[in-house]
């Protein structure tokens, strides 16, 4: 391991950048291969340390008006979009995606802030005169203490802007553990949000690995933990976070199928696919690595028009403005994924775009792995069930719609789906009956906007609330209801042993 003393990627503690480097770990730059910098891995001092800072911050953030919290995140909307440049290469250096592709993420994440930046109506409560005589009631949301993150490689910048504007926006305070494999960008954001006035404390970033995640879960003083990550992990964060007392939302991972009816404008669902299975490398969590055929010609016709299009892409380094496809995020991953590649072929589906040798000249040390595309990928194969979240697609072929969709239901996740047709009828049903959280009609990526919620199903999600959002507003506060009288002077009820109503 090459110790790399030019970048050492620390705490945001208290308003401080803190170096805690007892323990750390490289940080690669994916398309070359080379260490960038070195992340520290907090300690459990450490994040204890965090989490007391955000401790002592909260009584103050909690009483601080709800149009004063806005005010910060309006300013950091601001301050978003003109160092937008300078973050968006932060996220390409370590995760490598495209340009165009790390400013998409990008601008998601800041309609995440400008959405925070409404709070005080949506912090509004509910409120009723006269519940019973000269009675009023109301229901408030108050918030809930120290919140904390745990996100995931694939998007740097955005999922951590899921959750601590909309948490603090509600008056918690917040310590976010982004993923260790590409940290830069969520400090900086964090750095940036003190710019915008947030004050010290508010948010904390620790940077680390189970130590400092497990720290997370296990404080008593953690009220509430947000997760989005692979589905084993998240299986574990909601278990041990609710054993410890404390309120989850544990985001997993997907295999999202697309069906193609009969009656579907082709072109158009190859385009949508082509950036729906290879967009940002397969590493998202919406990414299409299935298509359903309904029927051979439409297999037939797909398959003609994707390979048309894979021969025009362009895979190298994402800060090549030309390139549609970066690397994949690490090398244990590229071989991770190449192996399922390997694994498809043992199985006997038919490799008909074999990416497995690509070379990218100058970037012979990058995770590079051309995009590949099976035909005849069959239920029971591990291509089929398992998440490879690599640039590999599988055409499934079946003959009816109810046979697409008996699939999609059976799978063990229910992230997203999509249906391309000309038929109105077959897209009802399709929405109304699939088991899954996010659908979208002729729509590849149907990943809501940020003043809806985001959320799989089935082992995509465990938790009940959806991420961002509605949901948010909710995840992040308590609702207290408070019922009240003052009775008129001199008036005097005798004591009543009945159940108060309105009988
Ligand atoms: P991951 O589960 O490996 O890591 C996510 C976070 O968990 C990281 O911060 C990591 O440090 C931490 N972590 C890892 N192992 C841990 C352990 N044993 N104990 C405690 N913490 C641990 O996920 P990843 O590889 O960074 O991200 C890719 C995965 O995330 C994919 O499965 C993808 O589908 C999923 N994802 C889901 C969504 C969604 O909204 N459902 C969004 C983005 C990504």
Known sequence: MTKNAEKTIGHLIDGQLVNDTARTQPVYNPATGQVSGQVALASQATVEQAIASAEKAYPAWRDTPPLKRARVMSRLKTLLEQNADKIVAMITAEHGKVLPDAHGELQRGIENVEYASYAPELLKGQHSRNVG???????????????????????????????????VAC?????????????????????????????????????????????????????????????????????EGCKHGKRVQALGGAKNHAVVMPDADIANAVNAMMGAAYGSCGERCMAVPLIVCVGDEVAEQMIAGLKTEIAKM????????????????????????????DQGVKEGAKLLVDGRDLKVPGHEGGYFLGPCLFDDVKPGMVIYKEEIFGPVLGIVRVKTLAEAMQLINAHEYGNGTCIFTRDGEAARHFSDHILVGMVGVNVPLPVPVAYHSFGGWKRSLFGDLHAYGPDAVRFYTKRKTITQRWPSAGVREGAVFSFPSNR
């Not at 005589?133 to 995931?152: H, K, M, N, R, Y």
């Open 171 to 239: 008056g918690n305070t917040f310590v976010l553990k982004p993923s260790e494999r590409d940290p830069s960008s969520a400090l900086y954001l964090a750095q940036l949000a003190l710019e915008a006035g947030l004050p010290p404390g508010v948010l904390n970033v620790v940077n680390g690995d189970k130590e400092a995640v497990d720290t997370l879960l296990r404080d008593e003083r953690v009220k509430a933990v947000s997760f989005v990550g692979s589905t084993p992990i998240a299986e574990y964060i909601y278990a």
């Open 314 to 341: 362009k895979v190298g380094p994402g800060t090549d403005g030309g390139n549609d496809m970066g690397p994949l995020i690490t090398q244990a991953h590229f071989e991770k994924v190449k192996g399922y590649v």
């Open 133 to 167: 005589p000269g009675i009023d009631s109301w229901s408030e949301f108050q918030a809930l203490g120290v919140c904390a993150g745990i996100t995931p490689f694939n998007f740097p910048a955005m999922v951590p802007l899921w959750m601590w504007p909309m948490a």
